[in-house]
């Protein structure tokens, strides 16, 4: 069996950088400790992530803690947006139809295609490894919707403010087994 830990990253530090560079608030590096507090005994294999800076900050104290090095994916990125792009009503419209995308931005189906195909790539080659994976709330949601179509907007909506998130999806190969979810820190979300 391959079990996959997805940690959805602390909250990040909106004023500051790029949505790729942008790190963590103060409060939000100590959150890092929830994420090492509960993956220490889990015997973790192998680290992959987003590219993205708050993501990689999210999992560093726990990749470091098990002397591995991160792997980043850039198909594990977040949602490609624009600016305004992150607001309830925008959520609802791109979960009632995944293929719509704003100007500029990206479609959910799109953010779903390329995770599923970074998985299902990293699925084959640690199979039956431990693995760690930093994600985000988007690309994290579009992932659980895959594997259990009934995961939608309400479901997304209810995780927004869990930051840090883990959710454990477990795997014989490439088939899906079942998912828990774990802990969270319950943070606003604030774009």
Sequence with gaps: MTRVYFVRHAQS??????????????????????????????????????????????????????????LTDERLRER???PGGNNRELFRKRWADFDWKE??????????????????????????KTIVIGTHGTALSTILNY???S??????????????????LDFDGTRFLSMTEHVHVEKLFKP
């Design 80 to 82: 490609e947006t624009v």
């Design 147 to 149: 594997y259990d179509p």
């Design 13 to 70: 530090d909106w004023r500051s950088g790029s949505d790729r560079e942008r790190g963590l608030t103060a409060e939000a590096l100590e959150d890092r400790k929830v994420v090492l507090d509960f993956l220490r005994d889990k015997q973790v294999d192998v680290f992959y992530c987003s590219p993205y800076r708050r993501s990689l900050d999210t999992i560093q104290e726990t990749a470091e803690f098990y002397d591995k090095p991160i």
């Design 103 to 128: 100007p500029g931005g990206e479609s959910l189906r799109s953010v779903q295609e390329r995770n599923i195909a970074a998985l299902t790539d990293i699925l084959g080659r640690d199979r039956d």
């Design 151 to 168: 995961y939608n907007c309400d479901s997304f909506l209810r995780i927004i403010d869990w930051m840090p998130f883990i959710v454990e």
